[in-house]
Nanobody, 126 residues
Framework: QVQLVESGGGLVQAGASLRLSCAASERTFSRYAMGWFRQAPGKEREFVAAIAWSGGSTYYADVVKGRFTISRDNTKNTIALQMDSLKPEDTAVYYC???????????????????WGQGTQVTVSS
């Protein structure tokens, strides 16, 4: 069974950068659209970014557009989220997710994704 494992979270100051990674345990990962979501304490899980299986299309939440970059390496079964110019409001647990069902569109909807990692904490201090 495919598993997703996130890494790269940590505590940084505002304006710094972090790079999150998500590793999949099987090669079938390369067929899946992938997404990053985040959840702050007391808030709903929210969409951050997504990438098509080929890497040819990417999608971003308005609040991170221009600061975050999603990418993937299907030869290594990984996706990454490069986060620059971090703000305190970016503090959250970040999750990667896979759309194994091949549902078209709906990139920002959590229900599109049927496999989730355990999350990695990102804390940005002011």
């Amino acid at each position: 069974q495919v598993q997703l494992v996130e890494s790269g979270g940590g505590l940084v100051q505002a304006g710094a950068s972090l790079r999150l990674s998500c590793a999949a345990s099987e090669r079938t990962f390369s067929r899946y659209a992938m997404g990053w979501f985040r959840q702050a304490p007391g808030k709903e899980r929210e969409f951050v970014a997504a990438i098509a299986w080929s890497g040819g299309s990417t999608y971003y939440a308005d609040v991170v557009k221009g600061r975050f970059t999603i990418s993937r390496d299907n030869t290594k079964n990984t996706i990454a989220l490069q986060m620059d110019s971090l703000k305190p409001e970016d503090t959250a647990v970040y999750y990667c997710a896979a759309d194994r069902q091949g549902l078209g569109g709906r990139w920002a909807q959590a229900r599109k994704y049927d496999l989730w990692g355990q999350g990695t904490q990102v804390t940005v201090s002011s």
